[in-house]
Structure formats: C-alpha cells, structure tokens
C-alpha cells in the first residue's frame, strides 16, 4: 500500500487554494476611494450610495437645473436610461445602475462628451441625493464640448496633402 504523505496534501491543497485571481470572486466596493467623479472617453461617472428610487428623481432635477429638456425615460431590465437635449441642443445620455447598495449614474452630453458639463450634472445630482452640500444653480453651466477625435477641423485638407501626388510626372506608370 502506498499512502500519500500528510505534508504532501497540504502543500497541494495550499497550492490550489493560492492558484490566483480566478479562485477569488470578483468585489467592487461601491462607497469606496474609487466612488467619486470619473471622466474616461467622453463620459463621466460617479456612485452615490441610494437607490434607484431615490436617484432616479434626483437626475431627473439636476436636469432640470441645468436648463435641460425633452427628457425621456426608458428601463431595460435593471438599466434606467434617461436621454434630454441641452440648451444649445446637444444630446444627453445618462445611464444608471444599482449595483452593490449603490447606484452608479453614468453621463455623456454631446456626441463625444463634456467634462465639464458632466461633472457638473453629477454634483447637481449629489446635492440632490444630499451627498454633497447644498450650492447655488449656476445661471450658465460651464461647457467644453470635446472635438471629434476622429476627424479634426484644423486637418490639412487633402488639396494640400495630396498636392505632390496630383502633380508627380509618373503617377500614371506602371513599376516593375
């Protein structure tokens, strides 16, 4: 009879139990350091500790604070998505999600985001939720809509780029 030896098992079930990040199950913690204002690729993002009950109004009033109107509320299943224009007619797309004794509130305005815009709906929606103190409603929110960062309006423009290329002698020649 071979038996195992008792060090042996133990070293390899402390080996499995150590063999990474995937035994481990995910965890976000959502009134934690990383809950504040974020802004990444044209949104921004922020967590208040209420639910959606309590949030979904308080959007709801930071855009009317802030002079934004045709809003419209959809949900599709645990996702309540509320879009509106702004003053000079931008899109406004914010999204929220209850996750963890949270709800997450995501915000885009305009086609490829405003930082500073977004940032300030997220505080509205803070004093609103009572996370934050109370402060005056601007009369003009600050706005920087960002540029497209696909096709800039400041390009050289193709007359130009392609200028040498129209003009070359042997554009039409075949290389060998």
């Known amino acids: 009879m071979n038996r195992r030896a008792p060090g042996r098992a133990l070293l390899t079930t402390m080996l499995l139990a150590s063999a990474g990040c995937a035994t481990t199950a995910p965890f976000i913690d959502p009134i934690g350091a990383g809950s504040g204002f974020s802004y990444s690729t044209g949104r921004g993002?922020?967590?208040?500790?209420?639910?959606?009950?309590?949030?979904?109004?308080?959007v709801l009033a930071a855009m009317e604070d802030l002079?934004?109107?045709?809003?419209?509320?959809?949900?599709?299943?645990a996702v309540i998505r509320i879009e509106a224009r702004t003053s000079d007619a931008r899109p406004v797309a914010v999204t929220l999600r209850f996750r963890q004794g949270a709800t997450q509130v995501g915000a885009r305005i305009g086609r490829f985001g405003d930082e500073p815009?977004?940032?300030?709906?997220?505080?509205?929606?803070?004093?609103?939720?009572?996370?934050?103190?109370?402060?005056?409603?601007?009369?003009?929110?600050?706005?920087?809509?960002?540029?497209?960062?696909?096709?800039?309006?400041?390009?050289?423009?193709?007359?130009?780029?392609?200028?040498?290329?129209?003009?070359?002698?042997?554009?039409?020649?075949?290389?060998?």
């Open 67 to 77: 002079k934004m109107d045709q809003v419209h509320q959809t949900r599709d299943g």
């Open 45 to 58: 993002v922020e967590d208040f500790p209420s639910t959606l009950s309590v949030v979904g109004p308080a």
């Open 117 to 176: 815009l977004s940032r300030t709906l997220l505080e509205r929606v803070g004093v609103r939720v009572g996370t934050r103190d109370p402060e005056a409603i601007p009369d003009a929110p600050p706005s920087a809509p960002s540029g497209n960062p696909y096709f800039s309006r400041s390009a050289i423009p193709d007359s130009v780029m392609l200028r040498d290329f129209a003009d070359a002698p042997y554009h039409d020649r075949v290389v060998p």
